[in-house]
């Protein structure tokens, strides 16, 4: 374990300087963790200690270890190649040549009073700080400033900056200054005053221009190592971000090697406590090479410098087997934000692709309302195993385009307590996905989106749908099943447009089937839910609807069974068996069960003119078989009626049961009854 934490301690500029091995790069002086008095350790590349003497800060004294090579050194394989002293008391001499950069020298004074700078190494387990490696985590930012760049000169000039001459040879990106005026990223070559440095490059003139500037040391190689050292250490390791921003100036790739089990954390101390910072490339790269391995990216920000409009990267790519993992995985309380809120955003938040079993907790994904191509979680596995169980728990999605993309052969993703903002569109399974996709479940969610709520645009199996608060604000559906649904269930939501009272709760479209749709409540909508020409045997019942609703529900499908537990009115057509009269007041009023309608029609002849054999009135649907309705003329003569349908039918004939015309002027005719409709 390694855990490097900057201590000040008072100490000694010492004199002779240790030595390494030939080849061996990563032998680093350290003190060990504890109370005084503290072991000062040549740390090898696994990061064991091995002692050179002890420091007790408090009484100021250094202990050197006794001069014997061979009890300290000479096993050890950092050292094998060295004769002689390696270290002691000032009075011997170390024949490796090699010296370590940038550290304390070591000399045969036993006090000190000069104030240094060690890291402090944890060697109880698998911590691989970052800052044990040589990150530093020191981003400056010039918010806002007024900014120029010549070209000639390299010359940048940042009104109410604050540089220092030790900022040469650190990372800078600065806006508008690269290629076609987009984001330049370089290094400090030269410091002239704090409010001038010059660069490496500079490609495209600025001429005071309000800009962000971010500088601070490049800890890629530093973050690198500490990864590649923990995903090869058996078992694997966590790597962590302490508090600080960190300039990122390529991706980071940490890759599993072989089938071992292993599993690999990437830890910050929180969001926006530990900031990442990829001024242009993709952040962090997770491959895994077995079903046995494990990740935990947890307490930290991903933020980029471009926008996804610019080039799209992607701030965590998780790459896996394609089969069904073993072990849990998450991502948990973490940022995925432009370094710039509302202009810098990730094409891609995280990209998963081949792995399951991910659990994911409390993130934020930010990105500009309604930015493209942006996308939140985009999830899509290859042929030969159905990867499963994405659990996103209280995450929240503000702005870009898509918040999750299911992709193909994806099976038992689960939202709960999630909340959707500012995007196109929240849920989304894409068109051309393949494989067995679905058991997709939404509940206790909240979505306020420019299109769909929810968009399936392939076919799917399982969609649950349950107590979430669903908001569109434009003249699209909620729940859009574009593609055949096969079971699903959409229950206790409430589904309004927040603009107009237009567009759908939900569509249902494609072949879907075998769903239920009841409980819900619709408001400010066009229609309510409408049913495509292909479905079939779904259930429509008990929702409640506001008097906002235009149509409470469309229905071309087959065996579609629909209780809207309301009357609709509709005006019938009135009309003469042969000639014509003249009609007042004509009303009807009609509720569909499923296949069954209940119809009440209500009709007066002001004139009977030439109107003669029978009269006839439209149906509100067509009738699927024969049937017979009863009435009675209500003002002249009280006759009983009978209204004929014809199997197919679109109207019903009104005549006596002696099948005798029933027909004088000042006649009403009511009719009720119910017949079974296709």
């Not at 390529?250 to 969001?271: E, H, P, V």
């Not at 202009?343 to 493209?372: H, K, Q």
Request: with cysteine; hydrophobic share 40%; net charge negative.
């Amino acid at each position: 374990m390694i855990r490097r934490l900057l201590l000040a301690l008072l100490l000694a500029v010492f004199g002779a300087a240790a030595a390494r091995a030939a080849g061996e790069t990563s032998v680093q002086w350290g003190l060990s963790a504890g109370a005084n008095p503290r072991a000062l350790c040549a740390y090898d590349a696994t990061h064991a200690c091995v002692a050179i003497g002890t420091l007790d800060s408090s009484a100021h004294v250094f202990s050197p270890i006794a001069n014997n090579p061979t009890n300290v050194f000479a096993t050890n394989p950092i050292f094998s190649a060295c004769t002689g002293y390696i270290y002691g008391n000032g009075a011997g001499a170390a024949t490796c040549s090699t010296t370590l950069s940038g550290v304390p020298s070591l000399s045969a004074s036993n006090t000190w009073t000069a104030a240094q700078t060690l890291p402090v190494y944890d060697d109880g387990g698998a911590v691989y700080n970052v800052k044990a490696f040589g990150a530093k985590g020191n981003v400056a930012t010039l918010y806002a400033a007024t900014v120029t760049v010549n070209t000639s000169t390299k010359l940048l000039t940042a009104v109410g900056g604050f540089f220092t001459a030790g900022d040469v040879g650190k990372a800078i990106s600065v806006p508008g200054a690269g290629v076609s005026g987009g984001l330049l990223v370089t290094t400090i070559a030269g410091y002239t005053s704090a409010t001038q440095v010059t660069l490496t490059t500079a490609t495209t003139a600025v001429s005071s221009v309000v800009e962000t500037v971010f500088y601070g040391a490049d800890d890629t190689a530093a973050a690198q190592s500490a990864c590649t050292a923990a995903v090869n250490a058996n078992g694997g390791g966590r790597v962590l971000f302490p508090p600080g921003t960190y300039f990122l100036s390529s991706q980071i790739t940490c890759a599993f090697t072989g089938g071992n089990y292993a599993n690999l954390g990437i830890t910050g101390s929180g969001q926006d406590g530990s900031i990442l910072y990829w001024p242009a490339s993709s952040g962090i790269a997770l491959t895994l090479t077995s079903a046995n391995q494990a990740f935990h990216v947890r307490g930290l920000t991903f933020a980029t410098g471009t926008p996804a409009s610019v080039a799209s990267y992607t701030a965590l790519a998780i790459t896996g087997t394609n089969t069904s993992p073993s072990t849990q995985n998450d991502v948990s309380g973490n940022t995925f934000r432009g370094m710039v809120g509302g202009l810098y955003y990730w094409g891609v938040d995280v990209n998963t692709s081949g792995e399951g079993l991910i659990n994911y907790n409390n993130n934020w994904f930010t990105a500009p309302s309604d930015a493209t191509p942006s996308y939140g979680v985009v999830i899509s596995n290859s042929s030969g195993s159905n990867n499963s169980v994405y659990v996103f728990h209280e995450d929240n999605w503000s702005g870009g385009n898509i918040a999750v993309s299911i992709g193909s052969y994806t099976q038992g993703v689960t939202f709960t307590g999630c909340s959707f903002g500012g995007l196109n569109s929240g849920v989304y399974v894409p068109s051309g996905a393949s494989g067995l996709i679905g058991n997709i479940s939404v509940s206790s969610s909240a979505f306020v989106t420019q299109s769909n709520n929810i968009a399936i645009n392939t076919s799917i199996q399982s969609l649950q749908l349950s107590n979430n608060f669903m908001i569109i604000t434009n003249a699209v559906a909620a729940v859009s099943m574009n593609s055949t649904v096969t079971w699903f269930n959409i229950e206790g939501n409430e589904i309004f447009n927040n603009a107009s009272a237009t567009g759908q709760g939900i569509s249902v479209g494609g072949a879907s089937t075998g769903g239920v749709i009841t409980g819900n409540s619709f408001s400010s909508l066009g229609t309510a839910v409408a049913f495509g020409g292909s479905t079939s045997n779904n259930v429509d019942q008990a929702n409640a609807y506001t008097s906002t609703v235009g149509a409470l529900y469309t229905d071309a499908g087959t065996n579609n069974q629909i209780d809207v537990a309301t009357w609709n009115t509709y005006t019938p057509t009135a009309s003469c068996g042969t000639g014509s009269g003249t009609w007042g007041t004509v009303t009807g009023s009609y509720k569909t069960v499923g296949k069954t309608t209940h119809i009440s029609i209500n009709a007066t002849l002001t004139a009977a003119g030439t109107c003669a054999t029978n009269v006839v009135f439209s149906l509100p649907n067509t009738s699927k078989t024969a049937a017979v309705l009863a009435g009675r003329e209500n003002q002249n003569t009280g006759t009983m009626l009978s209204a004929s349908l014809a199997a197919g039918g679109t109207g019903m004939q009104v005549q006596s049961y002696s099948n005798a015309a029933v027909i004088a002027s000042g006649d009403v005719y009511i009719i009720s009854g119910v017949y079974q409709n296709q």
